[in-house]
């Protein structure tokens, strides 16, 4: 089992930068594929980015080229470095823990479902 606890959030203005992290406790984070998700009022939760355990990312549409996801493995960290941002990205980020084989995580890193742990989340807000 892992213990995830993001932390970072905050109040940012839009074109602002802000970085999360996650930290981890429990089972060695070398043993995860890892990822983002957010979700915003009234909306579905929704995936942002992954690193695999092998550190190969993916992103979604709407943060690519803005988003930067990494891992520290020794440091029992995750991290998502997010530029320019905009109010869209107003959200709960949620980090999150699979223990999937790497042939099916890389197929279904986008899905709620192939995640074993979450984290409580953490509040960002953009707005001016």
């Known amino acids: 089992q892992v213990q995830l606890v993001e932390s970072g959030g905050g109040l940012v203005q839009p074109g602002g930068s802000l970085t999360l992290s996650c930290a981890a406790s429990?089972?060695?984070?070398?043993?995860?594929?890892l990822g983002w998700f957010r979700q915003s009022p009234g909306k579905e939760r929704e995936f942002v980015a992954a690193?695999?355990?092998?550190?190969?990312?993916f992103y979604s549409n709407s943060v690519k080229g803005r988003y930067t996801i990494s891992r520290s493995n020794m440091r029992r960290t995750l991290t998502l470095q997010m530029s320019g941002l905009k109010p869209d990205d107003t959200a709960v980020y949620y980090c999150?823990?699979?223990?999937?084989?790497?042939?099916?995580?890389?197929?279904?890193?986008?899905?709620?479902?192939?995640?074993?742990?979450w984290g409580q989340g953490t509040q960002v807000t953009v707005s001016s």
């Open positions: 999150a823990a699979s223990q999937l084989i790497s042939g099916s995580f890389n197929s279904n890193y986008r899905e709620e479902a192939s995640y074993n742990y």
């Open positions: 429990g089972s060695a984070l070398h043993g995860f594929h």
């Open positions: 690193i695999t355990r092998s550190s190969i990312t």
